[in-house]
């Protein structure tokens, strides 16, 4: 199988009826708190919330993944494995310079293709959190994306 076009997997949405759960600020959810989620097999999009007196609402999307135990996963580190290095990973992509390894899009790919999910792992800061998705997202080699993870 191929991977798909840039544009094709940044607009890869799942239609889930609109619903308001909220749940109490904690580190783990009990089972059956994870159960009361509703999780579908592969990407379910989720939003945080916090509501404050003095700054109002603030939100936070992200995806979680539910997988078989079984499944196949390789983890990776972004700053300096899919960039080129640490400290510049974080700069030079926001100005617009290409700092990927070479054919990193196309190992990610293969990988994927033989069975594999991918989780991307970072230390950047949360306020970091969209630029990185972004840059992930748009990172392209020749005419292969990286792989949605």
Request: proline share 3%; net charge positive; charged share 20%.
């Amino acid at each position: 199988s191929t991977s798909p076009t840039c544009k094709e997997s940044n607009s890869i949405s799942r239609n889930y009826p609109e619903r308001r759960q909220l749940f109490h600020k904690t580190l783990r959810l009990s089972s059956e708190k994870l159960a009361e989620l509703n999780l579908k097999s592969g990407r379910n999009e989720i939003e945080f919330s916090v509501t404050t007196a003095f700054q109002g609402t603030t939100r936070c999307k992200c995806n979680i993944y539910l997988w078989h135990h079984s499944d196949k996963v390789v983890i990776s580190d972004i700053d300096g494995t899919i960039t080129k290095s640490d400290v510049l990973g974080h700069i030079l992509p926001v100005i617009g310079r290409d700092w990927a390894q070479s054919g990193v899009a196309h190992l990610f790919t293969k990988i994927q293709n033989n069975g594999y999910h991918i989780m991307y792992l970072t230390a950047r800061a949360i306020g970091q959190a969209s630029t990185t998705k972004d840059y992930l997202q748009s990172l392209k080699q020749g005419d292969v994306c990286l792989p949605d993870g």
